[in-house]
């Protein structure tokens, strides 16, 4: 798929937020916060491999918490703007939610298991956990977030905006 880069005009006189590239997509935007998350996850995994269940807790948390936010920006800010957009609402985004809801679960789990201290329980289900994650994740980054930036030029400031707010708050 074809994606034409769609640049973030701003006015110098509007207080820049921060973005901080003069160019910003839908698509690097989110893969950046795919990224951020895959780092937490690493941490917590680091953690877990020294035995170290309070800080791989702690790490999991972290790594949750920024997971869940970046599933609640999705299905509050950027899937309704593309479902109002498109009218494809039973389409990639009602996939993406129904990926949501089976990673949140994974997550809970694996959380259960890491106050139990039961590192082959969560060993198995930090293993589906990637597994699902990471195709799930190739799939908006080289799907959904191009339809997304190829759809939503008109809303891309706008959109940017709210789903930056919305990361930074968690
Ligand atoms: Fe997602």
Redo the contacts with the bound molecule.
């Keep these: 798929m074809v994606v034409k880069a769609h640049p973030l005009w701003r006015n110098e006189n509007e207080p820049s937020i921060a973005i901080g590239h003069a160019m910003t997509t839908i698509r690097s935007f989110m893969t950046d916060d795919h990224r951020r998350c895959d780092d937490l996850f690493a941490d917590a995994e680091q953690a877990v491999a020294k035995k170290d269940f309070t800080l791989a807790g702690a790490a999991f948390g972290h790594f949750q918490s920024a997971m869940l936010a970046?599933?609640d920006s999705?299905e509050k800010t950027l899937f309704p703007t593309f479902e109002a957009k498109t009218g494809m609402s039973m389409g990639p985004t009602q996939v993406?939610r129904m990926e949501?809801v089976q990673l949140r679960a994974l997550m809970n789990d694996a959380v259960d298991a890491l106050k139990a201290g039961n590192s082959d329980d969560y060993l198995g289900l930090a293993d589906t956990l990637v597994i699902m994650m990471q195709q799930?994740n190739m799939k908006?980054e080289n799907i959904l977030y191009p339809m997304c930036d190829q759809h939503l030029s008109d809303e891309l400031p706008a959109v940017l905006e709210r789903l930056e707010t919305e990361l930074c708050e968690e």
């Design positions: 970046h599933f999705e993406m949501h799930h908006e």
